[in-house]
């Protein structure tokens, strides 16, 4: 079964630095998407950003970037210039698509807090 | 941008009292999905319908569970006697098949019971 680990429950930064949450999951397949939820206080998922596992490529979207190392099974999302609105719980994500009806599957969350 | 639309935001409901949570998918989405989050808790995937039937359910998803697509458009979940530990936020999610990969959840319904 896959499983998603997040090993940082909470974590915080100092506005306009940079921040780098850490996920990992195990998997025995190959053909996955991995993504990058963000929760507000609102409680609404949000999609940060996605990889598609085959792509070399990391995923960057303005100011968030992976860095996707595959042979690791390693995925690590990084917030460049934080700002206060991106104080929320991060969820990182798995989903392989084609079987189990592509359900996703979640990593149990951290919780960032950006410092003014 | 097409979103997945939940009614209502937050719902407070006796134990015991039957519920039903609403979600309109994007319109072109095939896959349908309901997803728990219990306060402080990870999102647990509940179920997932295609064609118009349960396509997986997980552990969670017991008989006073229930999902339908009543109309074509609506998609709904039930809970027939809820109980206290029912209390979470749940999630509608829908995908489609398109180039964006388009797995969008709804904003979510908060349910308390009391």
């Known amino acids: 079964a896959q499983t998603v680990t997040q090993s940082q429950p909470e974590m915080s930064v100092q506005e306009a630095e940079t921040v780098t949450l850490s996920c990992t999951y195990d998997t025995s397949e190959s053909n996955y998407y991995l993504f990058w939820y963000k929760q507000p206080p609102s409680r609404q998922m949000i999609l940060v950003i996605r990889?598609?596992?085959?792509?070399?490529q990391n995923a960057t979207e303005n100011r968030f970037s992976v860095n996707f190392q595959k042979a690791a099974k390693s995925f690590s999302l990084k917030i460049s210039d934080s700002q206060l609105g991106d104080t929320a719980m991060y969820f990182c994500?798995?989903?392989?698509?084609?079987?189990?009806?592509?359900?996703?599957?979640f990593g149990p969350g951290t919780s960032l807090s950006v410092i003014p | 941008e097409p979103e997945v639309t939940q009614t209502p935001s937050h719902q407070v409901t006796q134990m015991g009292q039957e519920v039903i949570l609403r979600c309109v998918p994007i319109s072109n989405h095939l896959y349908f999905y309901w997803y728990r989050q219990i306060l402080g808790q990870k999102v647990e995937f509940l179920v997932s319908f295609y064609n118009n039937e349960i396509s997986e359910k997980s552990e969670i998803f017991d008989d006073q569970f229930s999902v339908e697509r009543p109309d074509g458009s609506n998609f709904t979940l039930k809970i027939r006697s809820t109980k206290l530990e029912d209390s979470a936020m749940y999630f509608c999610a829908s995908l489609g098949w398109d180039s964006n990969y388009g797995y969008t959840f709804g904003s979510g319904t908060r349910l308390t019971v009391v």
């Open positions: 994500a798995f989903m392989n698509p084609g079987t189990s009806y592509d359900k996703v599957i």
């Open positions: 990889q598609e596992a085959y792509k070399q």
